[in-house]
């Protein structure tokens, strides 16, 4: 039988680190999941400007590493699998790996991050590895001394572009906008355009990439004209977007129509005990901090989740005698009155009888999931099963009968 986890975690990027952090430091038996290094798409720039505490800049396998020696050290394990397949109904999680490992565990972290976009230009797959690139930290300096092309203008494309210039010659960019308009923040135009081994064509797209074996040219559409332009160049990096990697996850948890992974604020999917952080989840912001953040966030909820199921379970799964759960929340004036009669109804019976009052707002969870629509709402409890429900006023005329019956049938 295969050791059983408190949380795994998909994936190894800030997301994945940050959680494994957060769910070691909480005592609860982690592992992460990584294919490769752990690090993500961060692990593969060079250059991160914008992490805070880093006022002259960091570099990203620097902090990848940085967070997961954090992680190991409050006993989180990192292993090298690529995982293929999950059985996320039940209590326990089942994960499998292309090793042929299965994995078990109480709370699953999905942190599988994103991949650089293809546009499938003519020539691009052709070329991939023998020219083409997505990764500048990865292939700069194969390129030393010589001319390259950046497709992209957002944030990852300008940065990426001015890191390219330590090694290459010249950069030339191809922008689809007016001259003088990115997609990216400005201090970052404003270096890139400060910067003399860059280059602009403005108002185009990259319409075919040609070589014999590797990247000799490239062929450049002017989208205003309909002018063809050729550029000679020894290499097209491209950096416009990602798509998740969530393949694997199709049928098991909610995604949009692009194949991210829907979340609430504490990052729970549509299948309990399950979990998304970083890149992968639908959210307006992607950086590494973000993805940090989402860790930390999933890891927190994990654990409150783990701690009220194992408190509803001794305290009324596996209660020796009828319990009472009554749901309530203090903004609703009905639902304090339910609980005052519910607190005399118990006093009343003494030890023969158990209340459990339950929030509804921070046990949405139980709420939701035992079907509670109104506030105040209790449910009788039976030797673990639900033998009751009623809704709205609480009175010993609507409660005593059910509980006596209970009672004397022990």
Request: hydrophobic share 40%; glycine share 10%; aromatic share 8%.
């Amino acid at each position: 039988m295969s050791e059983l986890y408190d949380i795994i975690i998909v994936g190894g990027g800030p997301a994945g680190l940050a959680a494994g952090v957060y769910g070691s430091r909480s005592r609860l038996k982690t592992v992460i999941l990584q294919k490769g290094t752990p690090g993500g798409q961060a692990a593969t720039t060079e250059e991160l400007e914008n992490y805070p505490g880093f006022p002259r800049g960091t570099k990203g396998p620097e902090l990848m590493k940085a967070m997961a020696d954090h992680a190991e050290s409050f006993g989180t394990e990192i292993l090298n699998e690529e995982v293929v397949d999950l059985d996320l109904d039940g209590d326990i999680k089942v994960v499998r790996t292309k090793s042929g490992k299965e994995y078990q565990s109480k709370i699953v972290i999905l942190a599988p991050g994103a991949s650089p976009r293809t546009l499938d230009i003519k020539g691009e797959q052709e070329f991939r590895g023998k020219g083409v690139s997505y990764c500048a930290t990865c292939d700069a300096d194969f390129f030393e001394d010589l001319d390259v092309v950046v497709v992209g203008n957002g944030d990852a494309a300008i940065e990426e572009a001015i890191y390219l210039t330590k090694f290459a010659e010249t950069v030339t960019i191809i922008v689809i906008h007016d001259e003088g308009i990115l997609d990216c923040n400005k201090v970052s135009a404003e270096k890139a355009f400060a910067n003399p081994k860059i280059k602009w064509v403005w108002n185009s797209v990259l319409e075919e990439i040609q070589g014999d074996g590797l990247v000799e040219r490239v062929l450049i559409k002017n989208i205003k004209t309909g002018e063809i332009s050729e550029l000679e160049t020894n290499g097209v990096f491209f950096f416009v977007g990602t798509v998740p990697n969530t393949e694997f996850l199709k049928g098991k948890v909610k995604l949009d129509d692009r194949g991210y992974i829907i979340t609430n604020d504490k990052m729970e999917t549509s299948v309990p005990g399950v979990y998304a952080a970083g890149d992968a989840r639908v959210k307006y912001l992607r950086q590494v901090i973000t993805a940090a953040s989402d860790g930390a966030i999933a890891a927190f909820a994990a654990e409150k989740y783990l701690a009220e199921e194992e408190t509803f379970r001794e305290q009324v799964l596996k209660a020796d005698k009828p319990v009472m759960v009554a749901f309530w929340a203090p903004q609703v004036e009905e639902s304090i009155a339910a609980i005052g009669e519910l607190e005399r109804i118990a006093d009343k019976l003494g030890d023969s009888v158990k209340l459990v009052k339950m929030d509804t707002y921070r046990n949405q969870r139980v709420a939701s999931r035992y079907g509670i629509k109104e506030i105040p709402s209790l449910l009788l409890f039976n030797k673990g099963e639900v033998a009751v429900k009623i809704a709205g006023s609480m009175s010993e005329e609507k409660i005593l009968p059910h509980l006596y019956a209970r009672i004397k049938s022990k």
